[in-house]
């Protein structure tokens, strides 16, 4: 306690109060033994009342709070309260909230993408900013190099590769490996290569290396540098790196996974994706697929054109539907269509080929079935001459020139359903203009129109064939998607798969066999 008199000369100081401030005694001026935050007047706080302000302040290495009261007389009584623990319960409270914000936004930016590349540059820019001068994130080793990205406080990161044996930089290796962190008071800032060291850094004056820890396998190395001019990592400082590594190698390891993944999806799908068609020795082919849900690129539906191996003989031309929807169906899919693909030799008999799958997938544990209609097509002349064979498949639709619209009545039981497998073909010839249309029931069987319930079917179908007399394939298939898909708008549908086969109205003359435009004469 303090007392001081109007012109702030002590008139008594208690024991405690002397042991705060050792120069202060009754007589002496509060100003000259007293720091610059008690001397000033007490301030009256606005309210109800008189109430004069508290003031705060250091006082050697220890940190104060000094109550006033003002007496009737006009003397001031100073009570000193020690504040240092409560200061700093409060700074470091405010540090860790802080410290909690910075993990809590990190998490969130670094989780808000499965791009491997961003993850990276975000990693080292949040390190950069907020933990050191400079961050620098290694991969680990493609090849015999070593992708690395630095990143500069308030700069953009920066990606480059380097040969460089880690064995260089102390504590990279084990940390490429996933093993615990080297203390930064053993790396010794000089040994750090050039590479490491982003360009107009200056001199580095502490290093800290964290590995990145991911899902099983590392993610990669973590490096902060701080200038020669900055105070150097404290073991604080060096913790809560770790924990800002951790979350960043897992949201890496997580996109690494994640590409990898993809790029596995990529290539097994490339094979269960529909193929694009053209002109093969001179008939025409083009075809449609939309899968049942918009974001899936694959489905149940499938269809072929595998061109003869010797010159004049009929391509082969296959277009299914196995029962179901999504992956597993794909799945099914692809293995009837690799099954056709074996079976191409004989070609020439429909009933022998489906017989074969017949008992191919009855020999499985696959409980699905496929409906599939196979059509072989020639050109003799002007003309397209066609063998067909529906295993119970819709039957094809034949698009006369004219406009008229008939169906090529072909039938046949479903594939990989029953022990014997019949079915019944049908030769078809088109006439230059003419076009046979195969399509899955998904076109027919869609739902939507005005009162979203209704199923397009097969008279809609034909109506809107019979206007497409004339056209090219393509554009026949274009226009049969367009309606579907204006029918069903946003509703639900199954897949939906459309080959066309056409009679050019033109002769091919090229020696390229309609690969590419070649010459043509009507």
């Given at each position: 306690m303090?007392?001081?008199d109007?012109q ?11 042991l705060i ?6 007589g002496?001026?509060l100003?000259d033994?007293?720091?610059?935050w008690l001397?000033a ?5 606005p309210g109800v009342?008189?109430q004069?302000a508290?003031?705060q302040g250091?006082v050697?290495?220890?940190?104060y ?8 007389d006009?003397t001031?009584v ?8 409560h ?5 470091a409270?405010?540090v ?5 914000a ?6 969130n930016?670094l989780l808000?993408s ?8 975000v990693?080292?820019?949040m390190?950069a900013d ?8 290694i991969?680990?080793a493609?090849g015999?190099?070593?992708?690395v ?6 700069g953009?990161?920066v990606t480059s590769?380097?040969?460089?044996d ?13 093993f615990?962190?080297v ?16 360009e107009?850094f200056?001199?580095?004056?502490s290093?800290?290396?964290?590995p990145?820890?991911g899902q ?13 001019s900055?105070a ?6 060096e913790v ?5 590594a951790a979350?960043a190698?897992a949201a890496?390891?997580a996109?690494?996974?994640y590409?990898?993944?993809a790029?596995?999806?990529e ?7 529909p193929?694009s068609?053209?002109?093969v020795a001179g008939?025409?082919?083009a075809?449609?697929?939309r899968p049942?849900?918009d974001?899936?690129?694959i489905?149940g539906d499938?269809?072929?054109?595998h061109?003869?191996a010797v010159?004049g ?6 277009l ?7 992956l597993?169906?794909?799945v099914?899919?692809?293995k009837?269509r ?12 429909h009933?022998?080929m489906?017989?074969?799958?017949n008992?191919s ?5 696959n ?15 002007n003309s397209?001459?066609m063998r067909?064979t ?7 639709l034949?698009?006369r ?11 046949g039981?479903l594939?990989?359903?029953?022990p ?10 088109l006439a230059?203009?003419d076009?046979?249309?195969l ?5 027919s069987?869609?739902r939507?129109g ?14 809107a ?5 004339g056209?090219?394939a393509?554009a026949i298939v274009e226009?049969v998607?367009?309606?579907t898909s ?7 549908h199954d897949?939906m798969a459309?080959?066309?086969i056409s009679?050019p109205?033109?002769e091919?003359l090229?020696?390229v066999d309609?690969?590419t435009?070649?010459r043509?004469?009507?």
């Open positions: 303090l007392v001081a109007r702030a000369v002590l008139l008594a100081v208690n024991e405690a109060a002397s401030l050792p120069d202060a005694c009754p002496s001026a100003a033994v007293a720091p610059a001397t007047p007490p301030a009256r706080r009342g008189v004069y508290t003031v250091p050697a290495d220890r940190t709070e000094a109550h006033p009261t003002v007496r009737d006009g001031v100073w009570w000193l309260v020690d504040d240092t623990d200061r700093l319960a409060r700074e409270l405010l860790e909230r802080e410290r909690t910075f993990l809590t936004d990190a998490s930016r808000s499965l791009n491997l590349e961003r993850c990276t540059d990693t080292t820019m390190a907020h933990l050191a001068d400079a961050a620098v994130v991969a680990p493609h015999r190099e070593f992708p990205v630095s990143c500069l406080r308030g953009t990161p590769r380097v040969p460089d880690p064995q260089d930089v102390p504590g990279l290796a084990e940390a490429l490996q996933g615990p962190p203390p930064a008071r053993w790396i010794d800032p000089v040994a750090a290569p050039a590479w490491l060291v982003p107009g200056g001199t580095v004056g290093i800290v290396i964290t990145l820890p099983g396998v590392p993610a990669g190395a973590l490096v902060l540098l701080r200038r020669e900055d150097a990592f404290t073991e604080t400082e809560f790196a770790r924990l800002f979350r190698g890496m390891s996109a690494r996974l590409a990898e993944q790029s596995i999806s290539t097994l799908m490339r094979d269960l994706l193929p068609l053209h002109r008939v025409e082919y075809g449609g697929y049942s849900k974001h899936e690129r489905g499938f269809y072929d054109v061109p003869s010159e003989d009929a391509s082969l031309v296959v299914g539907d196995v029962c179901g929807k999504g597993e169906a794909a099914m899919a692809g009837i690799n099954t056709m693909h074996a079976l191409l030799p004989m070609a020439d008999d009933h022998r489906l017989t074969l799958l008992t997938l009855l020999n499985t544990r409980a699905r079935f496929a409906t599939m209609v196979l059509a072989s097509a020639r050109r003799r002349g397209v001459h067909l529906s295993a119970g498949h819709p039957a094809p034949i698009v020139s004219g406009g008229g619209v008939e169906e090529a009545p072909t039938r039981s594939v990989g359903a029953l014997h497998f019949t079915a019944v073909g049908v030769d078809v010839t230059p203009g076009a046979c249309v399509y899955t029931d998904g076109i069987e869609a939507g005005p009162t979203g319930g209704a199923e397009f079917g097969e008279v809609r179908l034909r109506q064939l019979s206007t497409c007399a056209m090219p393509q226009r998607q367009m309606l204006q029918w069903v708008a946003g509703g639900q897949d459309i080959v066309v009679a109205r033109d091919h090229s020696a309609g690969h435009r070649g043509f004469t009507a």
